[in-house]
Every structure is written in C-alpha cells, then in structure tokens.
C-alpha cells in the first residue's frame, strides 16, 4: 500500500494554475513543455536581480552564524574574503548587454594574436634542437631529451588502422554544422568542411571504412563527388564566457578535422591511461593531492596562463614520435579565421582541437619527469631505456595545465617550462614551504580545509521556463557549502538564504520538487536524510512523494526534452552502431540531436534506492 507524503504547510498551500495544467495534460497522456504553457511561457525574469538579492541573503547568513562554523582560525578568514568577492565571478548573462559581450571578445582576440606572436619567437628558438641521440648536446637540452624519452615510453608504436579504429564524431559543432544541430546526420551531409591535408587523410579512412564511405553516398544521394569535401584554411574563432569579465577564446574546427582528431585523442588517452595517467580518475586524484600538500607542504601546485595556447609547433615537432607527429600534423588546423582574417598558428593547437587537451597534460608531465631525473642523476648524460611502468605517477599528476609535483622540484619546473614558451600565472601557483594554501582542479585547500568559494552562474534563459532548475542549481550549490560550514545539524536552520529561496518559489508559484542525491542539479532539490526536517520548517508547495511498500519512490522533477525530432538516416545510423561494436573496449553513445530547441518539463521517476520509509 502506498502513502502520501505531505506536510501542513504544502495543505495550506493552494496549488497552483500551473501545476494543475501539467496534472489535467498528463492525465490525458500529453507532454506539456514549461516554455509552452500560455501566457506563462513568456513572462520573463531578471536573473542578475535575483541572484543580487541571494548574494546580500548569503553574506548575511555568514556573519550572523558564525558561532556554528566548522572552518577557524586562518581557513576562516579565508574563505569570508574569497566568497563575499567572488560569489558573481563567474555569473554572466546576455542581459547584461551585447556590447559588454563584443568588448570581451575583442580583448579576448587581441590577447589570442599576442600569444601567437610571441610563440613565433620559441618557433625560431626550437627548431634547432639537437638530436635525442647525440650524447653531446648542452646540458640545456637534457631535460627536452628525457621529456622526448617519457612520451615516447607512454605512447608507444602506432598504425593507421589503431588511430581510424578510433574516429569518430564528437558532439560539439564544427564548420558548417549549426550549433542548434550537431546530430550525426548532419555531419555527414555533403560537403564535409576539411582542410586539404586532412581531406586527403580522410580519403584513407573511407577506404579503411567501406561502411562509412557507403552512408556517406546514401544520406547524399544525388549529390556528385565533387561536392563531397569544402576545402577550407582551417578553423574558426569563437569565444566562450570564463568568467563575469573575462571570455575564452576557442576554435570551430572543420567536420573532417574533428574526426580524425577524436581518433588521436581517444589512443593516446588509451595509451596514457597505462601508464597511469587516467584522466577520468585524474580530477578527484588533483583535489586529495592539494589537500594534503596544503597540510604536509610536500607537493606545490602550478598552474600555467593561456597553456594550451603556449604549446608551440616546434616543441611538439621535438616531444612527438615521428608516426604520432605525422598523423598530428595532418588533422591539425594550420591557420584560424580571427574576426574576418586568416592567421596562420604558431602554436601547435587551439582550444577546440579535440588533441590539445591530451598533448598539453603529455607535455607538461615529461616535463615533470625530466625534472626529477636531472635532479636525481646530475652528472649523468645517459638516458637508457624508459619503462613506462616505473613513472613517477604517484609523486607527480598532472591534468592539462594543473601540475603538482614536489615542492623541491618546483623551481627548476617552472624555470624548464618557461624556457619553452609556457607563462607561469603566479597567482594561481603555489608551491613555497611557508605558504600553507594549495589550489588544483577546482579544489582550494588551506592547511587541510576546503576554502573553495561558491559561484553562481547563469541561467540558460530569462525564460519563466528556466527559472525553476536554475533555482534548484544554485540551491544545491549552497546546500553542500553550508554543510561543509555549519555542519549537517544546523545548515538547514540557517534560514535567510533558504528563505530566499523559498519566497522565490512562492513568489513565481513553482512547486518544490525534491529528488535523490544521484540525480542532476537541476532535477530538483537534494536534501538527503534531511528531507523530513526541511519539510516541517520551511513552508511551500512541495511536490508529493509516494512511497510504496517495497521502498519504491515516485517524486516528480525536472529535465531538458527536445522538441524537434530529426529524421534518422538509417544508413547513418547502422554505420554508427556498427563503429561504435569495434569500439567496445571504452565508453560511446549517441550525443542530442537538437541543442535549442527543447525545454524541461515535469517528469515522474520511480527508485528502489532513495529511502524514505522513516517519513
């Protein structure tokens, strides 16, 4: 038998026009999309104005409660100063103007082009390097031979049919693809943007792939040969928020180009991965590092400006093994489309080169390598043979730019990268024994203790639509950071940030919707264990749990659907289930078909795992 969870206040509480709506529709079996209710569907909201109302609720809640703080001392005041300072670091939004969005961009393109140039620089600088194997070459050079030796230990051989097995199509947009459709069908539509080089490397592949090369001529059916490719120059420049006031500058990569990208990228994670650089696991490994460096000061964390950026052509030409070089050098974008202009690179890749984030943490650790064998073997000129499996990868990690390795070594780390074109940020390094602060991989620790502030961020829309699960994601944001402050008794009491909240919901006639700990942010609100006293302190209208006999939960929440769907190609289709079965040994699905068009709707879950038979 089941039973209904309610509480006094969600009786008193009228249930609102909306929510009826969405009740009377699923009743009659209709999808009813929150962006498509009336009149509803076009109210608008003002998220900056809300998230300023939060930003003065939560500064208020952490000077009134600090009697029931969990951080003391030095980690305290810490985070008191970071988080009044940087709780809208990072929250942008359209509304705030397009000529503030034009503005960053442009300071975004200038900053792009001023790194090119002086990569040009460490170009001319290393194209003379000596080679690995003569035993005369300067002592400056020694640790670049080790670094060579590291990669080529990890990476190891490589054939052709290793790096097609591999290719595939990401789920990101490329040129002449939408971004509102990057569904595989339409990147396999005629003509497949490609530079010269890679379209001959793809040509390859069509031969290594017959299955694909027939979906390619059945979804473009009527179209000539001719038509199958649009040469172009290379990428495109675009821009992506990073912060309130600074963009990120990313490139559009040709459709061909990304293909085989993802193929390189997909062997040398495989190939990384044993030698015990996994970078699925790597982030979580970063974090328990930087903690423990910032109480034992063993290790310091490094952090490098504009990385991925500073990774110059030559460099790569050196660290690469030959076969792994060529086959780069093929898929690779040799010149970028910056406002109108084609440039030519002197860095190896760009932010959107499905290979740069590999090659960047690949570098940067042979780096980390040589390092430790220069100081550990300082009058020895022989490098031998490198086992792969003997890699220090227990006292140096590395995740793109975010470097920790022991603080006796940092010195002679940063002095070797800088030599090769890297720019260290020293406000975001620390590696000194008398600092006891450590930062990696969005984690921020001062002896020991989590000080990492809370962001907010945006929301998709100024849509009534989205305000309910960009609610629910700044809420849970706050949820963990109160615990981690006040404790798991007293953070639910901790009432003016939870009563704004609240009054929100009342205010916009939302009902609160609470889902388990294992569901998205902005499903719906996780409290846990802490369900039943949340319920009984806060009034709303809460959305009903049914609990059945077996411990089945049924609860409501919210989730992204698309309402647009694309007609399939079955040709492209079988082609990629067929890909995706020689691809077995890792991970592969089928990423959306529309990106825009779509909104969230209320939906039913059910679950034998949330426990909530004490209520």
């Known amino acids: 038998m089941k039973k209904l969870i309610k509480t006094r206040a969600q009786a008193q509480v009228k249930r609102t026009p909306l929510a009826k709506t969405e009740r009377s529709a699923k009743a009659k079996g209709k999808k009813v999309h929150q962006h498509q209710k009336g009149k509803d569907a076009n109210k608008l909201f003002s998220p900056l104005k809300i ?94 031979n080790y670094a060579k030796g590291v990669i080529s230990a990890i990476l190891g ?7 097609f097995e591999a290719c595939r199509h990401s789920g ?33 592949y069509l031969a290594y792939d017959p299955h694909c090369k027939q979906a390619l001529l059945l979804s473009n059916a009527g179209e000539t040969l001719s038509k199958r490719y649009e040469i172009v120059l290379g990428s495109r420049a675009t821009t992506v928020e990073k912060t309130a006031s600074v963009r990120r500058m990313i490139a559009i990569e040709p459709t061909c180009n990304m293909f085989l990208q993802q193929g390189m990228m997909e062997l040398m994670y495989k190939r990384m991965a044993a030698a015990g ?13 930087a903690k423990y460096a910032s ?19 030559e460099l790569v030409r050196y660290l690469l093994p030959p076969s792994w070089f060529w086959y780069f050098d093929m898929v690779r974008s040799p010149q970028m489309s910056l406002t109108g202009t084609w440039e030519d690179l002197a860095m190896a890749s760009t932010m959107g080169n499905a290979v740069t984030f590999p090659l960047e943490t690949l570098v940067f650790y042979s780096l980390a390598c040589a390092v430790a064998f220069i100081q550990d073997n300082p009058s020895s000129n022989s490098m031998g043979r490198i086992d792969p499996l003997i890699l220090p990868t227990w006292d140096t990690t590395v995740y793109g730019d975010d470097c920790i390795v022991p603080s006796h070594r940092a010195a002679l780390f940063i002095e070797v990268a800088t030599r090769v074109g890297f720019m260290v940020n ?49 809420w849970n944001k706050w949820l963990k950071k109160s615990i981690l402050l006040f404790g798991q008794l007293s953070y639910i009491y901790v009432s003016e940030t939870n009563e704004e909240f609240v009054r929100l919901f009342r205010k916009h006639k939302l009902e609160l919707k609470f889902v388990p700990d294992d569901m998205p942010d902005d499903a719906g609100l996780k409290l846990g264990e802490d369900l039943k006293r949340f319920m009984f302190t806060y009034k709303c209208d809460f959305s009903p749990l049914k609990v059945g006999v077996h411990g089945t939960v049924v609860f409501r929440f919210c989730r992204w659907t ?54």
Request: positive net charge; aromatic residues 12%.
């Open 562 to 615: 698309y309402d647009k769907s694309i007609i399939r190609s079955e040709s492209v289709q079988y082609w990629n289930a067929l890909h995706r079965r020689a691809q077995s040994d890792r991970f592969s699905s089928l990423f959306r078909q529309e990106r825009r068009h779509g909104g969230y709707v209320a939906g039913k879950g059910k679950t034998c795992f949330w426990d909530l038979t004490a209520l």
């Open 295 to 313: 109480i034992s000061r063993s290790h310091g964390t490094i952090d490098f400006a504009s990385a991925s950026d500073c990774v110059s052509y």
């Open 426 to 474: 020293e406000e975001k390094s620390f590696y000194r024994p008398e600092d006891p602060f450590r930062e990696s991989c969005g984690g921020d620790y001062l002896s020991g203790q989590d000080v990492r502030p809370m962001y907010f961020y945006g929301p998709t829309s100024n849509r009534s639509s989205a305000l309910e699960p960009w609610l629910y994601v700044l």
């Open 157 to 163: 051989r490589t054939s052709m049919d290793e790096l």
């Open 51 to 144: 998230v300023t109302t939060l930003e003065g609720k939560l500064n208020l809640d952490l000077i009134q409660h600090q009697h029931v703080y969990k951080l003391n001392g030095l980690p305290l005041r810490h985070y008191l100063e970071t988080q009044k300072l940087g709780l809208l670091k990072k929250f942008f939004y359209e509304e705030t103007g397009s000529n503030a969005r034009e503005s960053l961009e442009q300071d975004a393109f200038e900053k792009f082009r001023s790194i090119n140039e002086r990569m040009w620089l460490f170009n001319a600088t290393l194209s003379d390097l000596p080679d690995r194997t003569n035993r005369k070459s300067p002592q400056n050079y020694r640790v670049l």
């Open 172 to 204: 990101g947009t490329t040129i002449g693809v939408k971004y509102s459709d990057t569904s595989l069908e339409a990147k396999m539509k005629y003509p497949l943007s490609s530079t010269e080089r890679a379209a001959k490397l793809f040509n390859q």
């Open 277 to 289: 650089l996994s970078v699925d696991k790597s982030q979580v490994h970063h974090k328990v590092m």
